[in-house]
C-alpha cells in the first residue's frame, strides 16, 4: 500500500496518482491524501503520546486518521513545497507529529540511540517536491526521518522526476 | 552587545526545556555584561513582536528542540515570515535535543548553516548539545545544575566570536558512544529506564503500558 500525503499548493499529488493509475496492473494500491482545508495543527512537545496516552496524540485534529493510514502503508510519500530548500512547514508538522508510532523506549541500533518502535510494521518514506529544494539536503534528511522509524528511505525527487518517484512505488 | 534570544520550541514556555537552558545562557551573559531581551514562539501572538526585534537587532540567537532530524514545523512557519536582512545581522543557533550523542543532531545543524544565506544574514554558529530530554521533570534545584555547563556558553558567546571557538565544539560532547558504554546503557534502557519512564508516566496519570499498540495493525482492512 502507498500512500501519498499532499501538502503542495499545486497539488502535485494528483499528477503523481494519474502516473500511478496508467501503470496499469503493476499500479500498487495507493490512496492519496490532499491535506488543503484540513486543520493539522503542529507538534507542541507535550510528550503525552509517550508518557499519558501512550501511542495517542493529544491534539484533536484531522491528523489522526492520516497517522493512523501512516501506520499501515508499505511507502509513505510526503509530497511537498520546499522553502528555505526543506520541506514546507506544512509537512513538517505531519512529520514532526508521527511520535505516537514510537514508544519512549530506547535501545541502540548501529551504534545510536533510537526509540523503540510501538509497532511492527514500519512505513518507508519518500519525498517528491516542488520548488528549489535542497536535493543533498532532503536526502540526508529523509534517510535520517526513516532511520527514526527503523525504516528506510526511498528516495527524494523534484516534481520533474515525478514518474522516477513513481517507478519506485511500483 | 545586545542578543535577542528566541526560544524556537513549540512548547509552552513554562514546560520547556529550551527555556530552561536559555535562562542557564542568560546567565553566563550577563556575567560579561552583555545585555539580552528573550522572545518564545510557542505563543504565535508574540510573532510581531518577535519579528520587530529580529528586524531592529544584529545580534541574534536562536535556540530549539531537535523535531525529527531538524526544525520543528512551527519555528519553519514563523522563519518563513522573516524579512530578508544583511550580513550585519548575525543569526547563531542553539540546538539541543533529547538524544544525547552529537552525532543525532548534526542533520539538523547542517540545515541550520545553511539557513542565514537564505535570510541574507551572516551565520554565528550553532551550539550543539543532547541529553536534554529530561530537564522539564526535575526539580527546580536539579535543573539549575543540569543546566549550568550552558552559563559558561553564554560567557563565551559574549567574548564576540559565536559558537565558532574550540569551547564550543567540544561542549557537544561524544559524537558516538563507546562500545561499553552503549552496552551498559542498553542494559539501564532495559530495566532502570523503563521503570523510571514507566513511573513518570503513572504520575501523569497514565495507566497502560508505554508500549501499548493502540491500533493493532490489522493491515488487512487498509
Redesign the interface.
Known sequence: ?VLLVDTTTKHIGKAIAEELLRSGENAP?FELIDTTGMHIS?????N?C???????CAIQDDYEPIL??M???DQVWLVSDT????V???T??I??R?M?LV??????KD???RH?M????QPDIGVIYTGDG?QG?LE??CQ??AL?LGSRSLGVYSESNGKEAVSCML | MHVVIINGSPRVQKYSNTERIIAAFAKGLSEKKTTFETYAISSRKTWDMIRDAYIKNNEILIALPLYVECVPGLLLEFLQTLPKKDEHTRLSFLLQSGFAEGCQLRCGEAFLEKLPEYLGVRYGGCLVKGDNFGIRILDEEKQVQVTKPYQAMGKLFAEGDGFFREEAKKFTGPEYFPLPVRLMMGLVFKTLAKKMFQKAAASWGCSVPLDEKVWETDRKGY
Open positions: 500500500m494500491g503542529h507538534c507542541v512537545g507535550c503525552y509517550w508518557l499519558k496516552t501512550p501511542g495517542v493512523r493510514k501506520s499501515k502503508a522553502h528555505f530548500g526543506f514546507s512547514w506544512q513538517k508538522n512529520v514532526d508521527i505516537p514508544t519512549m523506549y530506547l535501545k541502540f551504534g545510536q540511540m523503540v510501538r509497532y511492527d510494521h535542497d539536503y540526508r534528511w535520517r526521518t527514526n
